[in-house]
């Protein structure tokens, strides 16, 4: 079956520019969570949903970023006003429920601001 | 602060031989600890440990997680070149997920 799709793949912004990157889950996964990845960093865990509720938004690192789910399926994590420091590698992941912890990654969004 | 260290941060090796990957940690109502494999971009799950000194085994790899000294180790024997990865630990807490910086492993042929 299909795997997690995200879109777009990669994505230049310029400074102060809105963007939204999508993520598609694993159908009939109803945990879905987001990552983002700086260069030769680790995974920085950014928010989870059960469902379509986000249960603790703490580690969105700013109140520019935002995220929504929709019908229990596809998530969107909204960047506002871009700065350079939000480059990096997002990533989605989903698992059947939050209280099954194999997650299953999608090949990530690269996102580069100019 | 929660904080997940994984040891050493690269590691070369040749074909054949066996490596130990640590995982220490400093994190507080978790339960379970998690390692991936990490080529290109998307991770990919290796193991879940939730219980201390139960071995977990998939072909060449095996994994084990001491709670009372708060570290787990992933060992990889009989090495190949397709084991070169970076390999994440990551914590499972109720609603967070904390991963420490990896491991880079290069396998030489």
Same mark, same amino acid.
């Given at each position: 079956g299909?795997?997690?799709s995200?879109?777009p793949?990669?994505?230049?912004?310029?400074?102060?520019k809105?963007?939204e990157l999508r993520?598609?889950?694993?159908?009939g996964?109803t945990?879905l969570?987001w990552?983002?990845q700086?260069l030769g960093q680790?995974?920085?865990?950014l928010i989870?949903?059960?469902?379509? !509720?986000?249960p603790d938004?703490s580690?969105?690192?700013? @109140?520019?970023?935002?995220? &929504?789910?929709?019908? +229990?399926?596809?998530?969107?994590?909204t960047i506002?006003?871009t700065q350079q420091?939000? !480059?990096a590698v997002?990533?989605?992941?989903s698992?059947? @429920?939050?209280?099954?912890? &194999?997650?299953y990654? +999608?090949?990530g969004t690269?996102?580069t601001v100019? | 602060e929660?904080?997940?260290v994984?040891?050493?941060?690269?590691?070369?090796?040749h074909e054949?031989d066996?490596?130990?990957?640590n995982?220490?940690?400093?994190?507080?109502?978790f339960r379970?600890?998690l390692?991936?494999?990490?080529?290109?971009?998307a991770p990919?799950f290796?193991f879940?440990?939730?219980?201390s000194g139960?071995e977990k085994?998939?072909?060449?790899?095996?994994?084990?997680?001491d709670?009372k000294?708060?570290?787990?180790?992933?060992?990889?024997?009989?090495t190949?070149?397709?084991?070169?990865?970076?390999?994440?630990?990551?914590l499972?807490?109720?609603y967070?997920?904390?991963?420490?910086?990896?491991?880079?492993l290069?396998?030489?042929?």
């Amino acid at each position: 079956g299909a795997g997690v799709s995200q879109s777009p793949s990669n994505k230049v912004t310029e400074k102060g520019k809105d963007v939204e990157l999508r993520c598609d889950p694993i159908s009939g996964h109803t945990a879905l969570y987001w990552y983002r990845q700086s260069l030769g960093q680790g995974l920085e865990f950014l928010i989870y949903f059960q469902g379509n !509720s986000a249960p603790d938004k703490s580690g969105l690192p700013s @109140d520019r970023f935002s995220a &929504e789910r929709t019908g +229990g399926s596809v998530s969107t994590l909204t960047i506002q006003r871009t700065q350079q420091e939000d !480059s990096a590698v997002y990533l989605c992941a989903s698992s059947v @429920d939050a209280r099954v912890y &194999e997650q299953y990654f +999608g090949p990530g969004t690269r996102l580069t601001v100019t | 602060e929660d904080k997940v260290v994984q040891s050493p941060l690269s590691l070369v090796v040749h074909e054949g031989d066996t490596v130990t990957l640590n995982c220490s940690y400093e994190v507080t109502n978790f339960r379970s600890l998690l390692w991936y494999k990490q080529e290109k971009k998307a991770p990919t799950f290796l193991f879940m440990l939730t219980s201390s000194g139960i071995e977990k085994k998939s072909g060449r790899l095996s994994s084990i997680l001491d709670k009372k000294e708060l570290f787990s180790i992933l060992n990889i024997t009989a090495t190949q070149t397709g084991d070169s990865a970076v390999y994440l630990c990551a914590l499972a807490g109720t609603y967070k997920y904390i991963f420490g910086t990896g491991t880079r492993l290069k396998v030489l042929a």
